[in-house]
């Protein structure tokens, strides 16, 4: 079967280019998130490190395409539209259902063009091999909308607004459904580092479980640890950033 041609330009965007840059890095959202949300990180980064967020389609100014369904067909996507991006160094970065993503785009990679990334970041996730049984793809709206604001990272202007509710609302049940029947192979595994995020009170994931991606891959890593719950790394960007910025150095020196 000849493969959907992929539009890169529709996939990726880059808020602050540089042409001096040591490495990219590439970010993936979390559920129902978009890219704009690691504007902070590029501009945190650059002109050192040049930041590429991936935007998924039906959200911002995707939001009329078609919502992808499942975890392996988004990846499968972003793979190939990633493929042009692929050249020097290149680590990838994802919180929550981004670290799923991230990983599995960094398999594709590995397994079927020989070169990955240098290291995947995976933030505020369990790992693939840990299951739980969530059910948040059967709940309605106002159960989401509580969840959201219960572990942040949504504007709370935007769940506040019913219109604009309405708008964000479908790309996060979507992306729930895809996240919550992914499925992984145990064996899955890549050898890339996986550089570990998590915060102790996350109600989505404890240390043990996320430092279980360690487990995922035959190139070692590390795993650093704070406070804040789900989205601890808007309190903490700085600090996140750093870990960031320090890994990449060490992996291109």
């Not at 050898?191 to 891959?217: G, K, N, Y």
């Amino acid at each position: 079967m000849t493969p959907t041609p992929v539009d890169t330009r529709l996939w990726f965007r880059t808020y602050h280019e540089t042409s001096a840059a040591r490495a990219r890095l590439i970010c993936f959202p979390h559920a129902g998130g978009s890219a704009s949300y690691y504007f902070p990180v590029s501009a945190a980064l650059t002109p050192e490190f040049e930041v590429h967020a991936v935007q998924y389609p039906g959200r911002q100014d995707r939001r009329h395409e078609p919502l992808i369904e499942t975890i392996e067909e988004l990846a499968d996507q972003i793979h190939t539209a990633m493929i042009p991006v692929m050249r020097g160094p290149v680590a990838f970065f994802g919180h929550s259902m981004g670290a799923v993503l991230a990983f599995e785009v960094a398999r594709r990679f590995e397994e079927s063009d020989g070169a990955g990334a240098l290291a995947v970041f995976a933030s505020g996730r369990r790992a693939p091999s840990i299951l739980r049984d969530e059910s948040a793809r059967f709940r309605d709206d106002a159960t989401i909308i509580e969840e959201m604001r219960a572990l942040g990272g949504t504007d709370s202007r935007v769940l506040n607004d019913p219109e604009m509710r309405e708008m964000v609302l479908p790309a996060i049940r979507n992306d729930y459904r895809a996240v919550e029947s992914y499925r992984p192979a145990t064996s899955a595994r890549i050898a890339a580092p996986i550089v570990v995020l998590t915060a102790v009170d996350d109600p989505r994931t404890t240390v043990t479980e996320a430092q279980r991606w360690h487990e995922h891959t035959s190139g070692g890593g590390t795993i650093h640890t704070f406070d804040g719950g789900h989205f601890y790394l808007e309190q903490h960007s700085s600090r996140v950033i750093a870990v960031i910025a320090d890994t990449l150095r060490d992996l291109v020196a």
